[in-house]
């Protein structure tokens, strides 16, 4: 068994191995079916022995041969086929960070572990990004893969600001926010008993705020705009 602290595709390296080894029924026959299905032999070769530039010239190999494919077969073909991955995944208690492996092995001749114990699916023109867990993701392998996460969503989303919540901070953003709202929709009141209208003070906005008008809580208040300020 892979140590606690190997990378993530050292332990699917691990993984990949036991498969083959101990569920060829289950994982290897399945996908050499599916090479034959599709005119090839179903032999297929372990592109991470593979090092530098061979590697390499192999990923580009195994791109070029899934673009061919994906121009030769009807778009069913290719749906049914991610049906019977889909499949494999499910019968070996994997995660969808398999299926491109997968399918690199039955289109392109080369299979590999993937990256990550989770996927990662990014689509730029839609603007969207999510993180597949699969049974045996843990915290471990999510910090792991945290740095390519993020690149992405910068990516995708570019440069956002971020609110920070520090122990009091998320009280006093809401605090400010009410605020906010007292002097932009309720800036001017009309008296009970005079009907004439005025406008609300500072201690009036403290008092419907945080129950309590004094000038000890007009001066929080008065503060915390300047604090929260710059999270809003």
Do not use: C
């Given at each position: 068994?892979?140590?606690?602290?190997?990378?993530?595709?050292?332990?699917?390296?691990?993984?990949?191995?036991?498969?083959?080894?101990?569920?060829?029924?289950?994982?290897?026959?399945?996908?050499?079916?599916?090479?034959?299905?599709?005119?090839?032999?179903?032999?297929?070769?372990?592109?991470?022995?593979?090092?530098?530039?061979?590697?390499?010239?192999?990923?580009?190999?195994?791109?070029?041969?899934?673009?061919?494919?994906?121009?030769?077969?009807?778009?069913?073909?290719?749906?049914?086929?991610?049906?019977?991955?889909?499949?494999?995944i499910?019968?070996?208690?994997?995660?969808?960070?398999?299926?491109?492996?997968?399918?690199?092995?039955?289109?392109?001749?080369?299979?590999?572990?993937?990256?990550?114990?989770?996927?990662?699916?990014?689509?730029?023109?839609?603007?969207?990004?999510?993180?597949?867990?699969?049974?045996?993701?843990?915290?471990?392998?999510?910090?792991?893969?945290?740095?390519?996460?993020?690149?992405?969503?910068?990516?995708?989303f570019?440069?956002?600001?971020?609110?920070?919540?520090?122990?009091?901070?998320?009280?006093?953003?809401?605090?400010?926010?009410?605020?906010?709202?007292?002097?932009?929709?309720?800036?001017?009141?009309?008296?009970?008993?005079?009907?004439?209208?005025?406008?609300l003070?500072?201690?009036?906005?403290?008092?419907?705020?945080?129950?309590?008008?004094?000038?000890?809580?007009?001066?929080?208040?008065?503060?915390?705009?300047?604090?929260?300020?710059?999270?809003?």
């Open positions: 068994m892979p140590k606690k602290g190997t990378p993530t595709y050292q332990k699917n390296e691990y993984k990949l191995e036991l498969l083959l080894t101990t569920r060829p029924d289950q994982f290897l026959k399945p996908i050499m079916e599916l090479r034959r299905g599709f005119g090839h032999n179903t032999f297929f070769r372990f592109l991470y022995v593979l090092q530098g530039k061979e590697f390499d010239q192999k990923k580009q190999l195994i791109l070029q041969r899934k673009l061919k494919f994906i121009e030769e077969y009807p778009k069913q073909t290719i749906v049914n086929l991610n049906k019977k991955i889909k499949e494999i499910l019968n070996n208690h994997l995660g969808d960070e398999w299926i491109s492996p997968i399918l690199d092995a039955i289109v392109g001749g080369y299979i590999y572990p993937p990256s990550y114990n989770l996927d990662i699916f990014d689509n730029a023109s839609t603007k969207e990004l999510s993180v597949k867990l699969n049974a045996s993701t843990s915290l471990e392998d999510i910090r792991e893969a945290w740095p390519e996460i993020r690149k992405k969503q910068r990516t995708i570019g440069k956002i600001k971020q609110t920070y919540f520090g122990k009091k901070t998320g009280r006093n953003l809401l605090i400010a926010l009410k605020d906010m709202r007292e002097r932009r929709l309720n800036n001017e009141v009309v008296d009970n008993v005079s009907w004439e209208k005025y406008k003070t500072d201690s009036d906005r403290a008092e419907n705020i945080l129950g309590d008008g004094t000038t000890r809580k007009v001066n929080f208040l008065r503060q915390n705009r300047k604090r929260i300020k710059e999270k809003i």
